[in-house]
C-alpha cells in the first residue's frame, strides 16, 4: 500500500505561484512513476505531469514551461511548482502513484483557486 496526503493548495492571482507538495509513505520502493492530476470545475481527471522512477517527466501541453514536476527521495515527497498560474489552473489537485503491479493510488486532493 501507498498512502499519498498533499499539501500546498489555495487561492492566488492570475501569473502567480504556488508549490503544491505529495508526502508519500507505505511501500515507496514499489512505486513505478508518479504524478499529478486535476480536475476543474464540471469537467474530468486530466494528466497534469508524471515523472517515473527513472526520471523521465511528461506534461499536459497547457502547463509545459510553467509547471516543473519533481521530487526529493531524501523527504519521501513530491512537487510540482506552478507558475505563471491562469483561470484555467484552477481545480482540485491529486497526488497519484502507480506501482509495478500497476495498482494505482490517490491522495484526498488539494484545492488550487487562480483568480482572474
Known amino acids: 500500500q501507498v498512502q499519498l496526503v498533499e499539501s500546498g493548495g489555495g487561492t492566488v492571482q492570475a501569473e502567480g505561484s504556488l508549490r503544491l507538495s505529495c508526502k508519500v509513505s507505505?511501500?515507496?520502493?514499489?512505486?513505478?512513476?508518479m504524478g499529478w492530476y486535476r480536475q476543474a470545475p464540471n469537467k474530468g481527471v486530466e494528466m497534469v505531469a508524471t515523472?517515473?522512477?527513472?526520471?523521465?517527466?511528461v506534461y499536459k501541453d497547457s502547463v509545459k514551461g510553467r509547471f516543473t514536476i519533481s521530487r526529493d527521495n531524501n523527504k519521501e515527497t513530491m512537487y510540482l511548482q506552478m507558475s505563471s498560474l491562469k483561470p484555467e489552473d484552477t481545480g482540485v489537485y491529486y497526488c497519484?502513484?502507480?506501482?509495478?503491479?500497476?495498482?494505482?493510488?490517490w491522495g484526498r486532493g488539494t484545492r488550487v483557486t487562480v483568480s482572474s
Open positions: 497519484w502513484s502507480r506501482d509495478f503491479f500497476e495498482t494505482a493510488y
Open positions: 507505505g511501500k515507496i520502493f514499489g512505486i513505478d512513476v
Open positions: 515523472i517515473s522512477s527513472i526520471d523521465a517527466i
